[in-house]
């Protein structure tokens, strides 16, 4: 018998704060697929605020420390293709001065997978024990589509989920809006663009909206929240291991 | 009319509140994101490997500028033409003006040249007393308007038909009064009546131009509506006014950014008329052939980080891609080159500090780059700017100073666990049974348009720990 494949599981700063939940969701597919599943203690954020904020030395400093954290690992695993994005495109970016590090980021980048991606690709996962009788749409973040090159993977797992029913967004590679810091700097056309999206999840009928990266989600359901709208959001991660906490913002 | 970079916030919160602009705006997707991929779908090629041989193009040229456009000077110059060198807007305006000067012209016709836009040339020649008429139909509304362009190959793209009818109106004022204007081909029809008089009438020709050829000397322009033909053929003497990145090794290489360009900003698979330009003619054509060559700021950016920002073919497809520009359309940018370009282009041509707005008004969703024909890593370079901004202490107090607090922390994991440990509790605590915070002092732009779902109440790190 093969050993079990040592996952090293970058939590996110977001989940660990605002949403455990979905963590221990990651934790339960992981495992399901066969994985030994480790959280380094030391982990934070990826830096990628500082990243885009072009604060260049503390986005450094901290993926010099995510690297130290997991380089060990035969694979790190995030639930969150905007954090994954990071240290799979970024991190080389942002150590391209520093000579020490530098290789040692390219191998982290090689074997770094957002969470459905790696469980479909890596792991052979084709499908889920789980149960949700609802209309979903998937809306995925940009990071998930453009940087990890995710795009079936989470399809074909939802469609597994006895009772889920999917509908596409008409403009399903259309940005959310949300952009982390660009939500706080620039609320107006993030607004703009969050009504836009809603106005394509409300055009489906769906009733849960579930996504990979759960900045947009937080931003896409505290404007519906906002606004009095009854459509429910949750990571993805949730709906696939059938999790059955409330959803995002609800009691 | 917002005229500066920095007036952005402002400039994009009016624009967000004009219904009238986010109608027009709407316009984006199904006129040119449509028509743009069914282009590419009928183009049956490698599109890819077509966007790759581009950037190769682009690069090479990029690499070997100097050297191209002495080339490019010395066959313009072998065939009768001459070339000017500009090293900023002022420059470029005088050396037009005295061109303009020495061919004794008064009234000077003018294809759709953004350089031109760039320089801000035509209130300078009506300063010096000559009158400058553009005929590409959108200059000509905007012209009369007295705004600049919002989209680079679209200018009047944030007017309605009624709109372009009222001005046409107070323009026209020798017409009657009762014509019929509503429909589009009213509208072509009267501009096209109008600038037939003003085609036969003028001494001199502007245009800008699409590509250079170095090899052959050729400047190459495309237009749909023909008035860059009337425009450089009519008059005694045609300028061509243009950017130095614009150069490129010979007609093959222009051929295949033309092959990318039309389809990535029109969604055509060629433009209705596609103009090489030889020099001047005995013949038909003008007697007088000048190429204006403006650097006004790029060759600074030769060399850097941003580099490829002088790629562009300024085909637009990032801007009709881009969910900022979608809402806030061009005017709002306050500079001549609107959206991803212009985030990417004007802190380098107009300075960091007062274009950086540009550059972090973007979620970095990266449609643009994917797009963008020649593969301009756009939100990459718009990094790079916010970092130049950070670094140079440019960037606002309060928002280094919050970034670096938590930054402090994030750096200090024990620590870190401590403060999320009871802003988790914290913010439950005052999410109460509601599942969501309405208000609180800061983000002031979270709370501004959205609520926050509460979090569970423990961290994920503590749980955790207490499981195992």
Same mark, same amino acid.
């Given at each position: ?8 599981? @970058? ?12 963590? @221990? ?12 599943? @480790? ?78 991606? @790696? ?133 | ?468």
């Amino acid at each position: 018998m093969t050993s079990k494949p040592r996952v090293g599981l @970058f939590v996110t700063c977001l989940v660990d704060l605002m949403r455990p939940s979905v963590g @221990f969701a990651a934790v339960k597919l992981l495992e399901q697929a066969g994985c030994d599943v @480790f959280v380094p203690e030391t982990q934070t954020c990826c830096g990628q605020p500082a990243w885009n904020a072009g604060a260049d030395k503390d986005a450094a400093a901290l993926a010099r420390s995510v690297i130290d954290a997991f380089e060990g690992f035969d694979y790190v695993v995030a639930p969150s293709g905007s954090c994954g994005g990071m240290i799979h495109v970024h991190y080389v970016e942002v150590l391209r001065d520093d000579a020490a590090y530098l290789p040692r980021a390219k191998a982290l980048a090689a074997k770094t997978y957002e969470l459905i991606q @790696f469980l479909v690709n890596v792991r052979g996962m084709k499908n889920v024990s789980a149960h949700c009788q609802t209309r979903a749409c998937y809306h995925t973040s940009c990071s998930s589509l453009r940087e990890m090159k995710v795009k079936d993977e989470p399809r074909q797992l939802l469609d597994t989920v006895s009772g889920l029913q999917l509908s596409e967004l008409k403009e399903a590679e259309v940005c959310c809006g949300f952009g982390g810091l660009f939500s706080v700097k620039y609320p107006g056309i993030s607004e703009r663009m969050a009504d836009d999206k809603i106005a394509d999840i409300r055009s489906t009928g769906a009733d849960l909206l579930v996504g990979p990266d759960l900045g947009c989600l937080l931003h896409l359901a505290g404007r519906m929240e906002r606004q009095g709208n009854p459509v429910k959001v949750r990571h993805i991660a949730e709906v696939l291991a059938d999790m059955r906490d409330p959803a995002l913002g609800e009691p | 009319m917002n005229q500066s970079p920095r007036d952005f916030p402002a400039a994009s919160k009016a624009a967000l509140a004009d219904e009238s602009l986010k109608i027009a705006l709407g316009r984006l997707k199904t006129h040119f994101g449509a028509n743009r991929a069914l282009a590419i779908e009928r183009f049956g090629g490698d599109w890819e490997a077509l966007r790759e041989q581009g950037r190769a193009i682009r690069d090479f040229a990029l690499t070997h500028l100097d050297t191209l456009l002495e080339q490019f000077e010395r066959t313009v110059t072998a065939r009768g033409g001459t070339v000017h060198w500009a090293r900023d807007a002022k420059e470029a305006r005088e050396v037009v003006l005295d061109i303009l000067k020495d061919a004794g012209a008064k009234t000077v016709t003018k294809g759709k040249s953004m350089v031109s836009e760039e320089i801000a040339l035509n209130p300078f020649l009506e300063a010096n007393g000559l009158i400058p008429v553009e005929t590409d139909l959108g200059e000509y509304i905007i012209q009369l308007r007295k705004e600049p362009p919002s989209h680079i190959i679209a200018p009047a793209f944030h007017l309605h038909k009624e709109q372009v009818a009222q001005t046409f109106r107070e323009a026209h004022t020798h017409l009657d009064s009762a014509r019929n204007l509503d429909e589009r081909q009213a509208l072509v029809g009267e501009a096209r009546q109008l600038l037939r008089a003003q085609f036969e009438a003028a001494d001199a020709g502007i245009t800008g131009a699409n590509f250079l050829a170095a090899e052959e000397g050729a400047a190459i322009i495309v237009t749909n509506e023909g008035n860059g033909d009337l425009t450089r053929l009519l008059p005694k003497t045609h300028i061509v006014l243009t950017g130095i990145e614009k150069v490129c090794a010979d007609l093959n290489d222009a051929a295949v950014l033309l092959r990318l360009l039309t389809r990535s900003a029109t969604g055509q698979d060629i433009s209705s008329y596609v103009s090489v330009m030889l020099g001047p003619s005995d013949d038909d054509g003008p007697k007088n052939f000048h190429v204006v060559l403006v650097d006004n700021g790029r060759s600074r950016l030769i060399g850097g980080e941003a580099e490829e920002v002088l790629r562009c073919i300024r085909c637009s497809a990032c801007l009709n891609h881009c969910p900022i520009y979608g809402a806030v359309g061009g005017h709002a940018y306050g500079a001549t080159y609107p959206g991803p370009i212009g985030a990417a282009l004007n802190p380098g041509v107009l300075g960091v500090a007062n274009a950086a707005h540009l550059a972090n008004a973007s979620t970095f969703c990266g449609r643009c780059a994917e797009v963008c024909p020649v593969k301009i890593p756009l939100p990459a370079i718009m990094r790079h700017w916010r970092a130049r901004e950070h670094a140079s202490g440019l960037a606002p107090k309060s928002f280094v100073a919050g970034l670096g607090i938590w930054a402090f922390f994030a750096k200090r994991p024990a620590l870190y666990r401590a403060i999320t440990g009871l802003a988790a509790r914290f913010l439950k605590m005052i999410g109460g049974k509601r599942g969501h915070i309405a208000a609180l002092p800061l983000p002031r732009g979270w709370f501004a348009v959205r609520d926050l779902p509460t979090p569970q109440g423990k961290t994920f790190h503590e749980m955790w720990k207490a499981k195992r």
